[in-house]
C-alpha cells in the first residue's frame, strides 16, 4: 500500500479534531459554560469541518482543495474564538486550529 499523499495535513485535521472536542469537554465544566457557548460551537463546527477534510485527502477527492480552504476558514474563526479565553484546553485548541488552518492552505495550493 503506497504512502497517502498529504499525510502531514491529514495527521493536523486529526489533531486539531481531537482538540476541538477535549476543548468542548473542558468548555462544558467551565463554571460559566454558558458563557463559552460561541467557542463550543465552534469547536463543533470545526471538529467536523477536520475529520471532513482528512477523510477528502485520503480519499484523494476531487473536491479536496475547496474542502482543505473551508477546513482552513472555519479553523481560523474557532482560533480567534479559543484564543480570546485563558483556559489551557482553550490555548491548546487555538494552537492546533492555527496549526491546522497552515497545512490545510498549503494543500490547497498544492492542488490536494
Do not use: W
Not at 62 to 82: K, N
Amino acid at each position: 500500500m503506497s504512502e497517502t499523499p498529504f499525510l502531514t495535513t491529514i495527521t493536523a485535521c486529526n489533531a486539531c479534531a481531537t482538540a476541538c472536542d477535549e476543548c468542548v469537554s473542558g468548555c462544558l465544566l467551565e463554571e460559566d459554560a454558558q458563557y463559552m457557548a460561541l467557542c463550543i460551537q465552534l469547536d463543533l463546527d470545526c471538529a467536523g469541518m477536520c475529520r471532513l477534510a482528512a477523510s477528502a485527502l485520503a480519499r484523494q477527492s476531487p473536491a479536496v482543495g475547496v474542502i482543505c480552504e473551508t477546513c482552513a476558514r472555519v479553523c481560523d474563526l474557532c482560533a480567534e474564538e479559543c484564543a480570546r479565553h485563558d483556559m489551557d484546553h482553550c490555548q491548546l485548541c487555538a494552537s492546533a486550529c492555527r496549526d491546522c488552518a497552515e497545512a490545510c492552505r498549503r494543500a490547497s495550493a498544492a492542488g490536494g
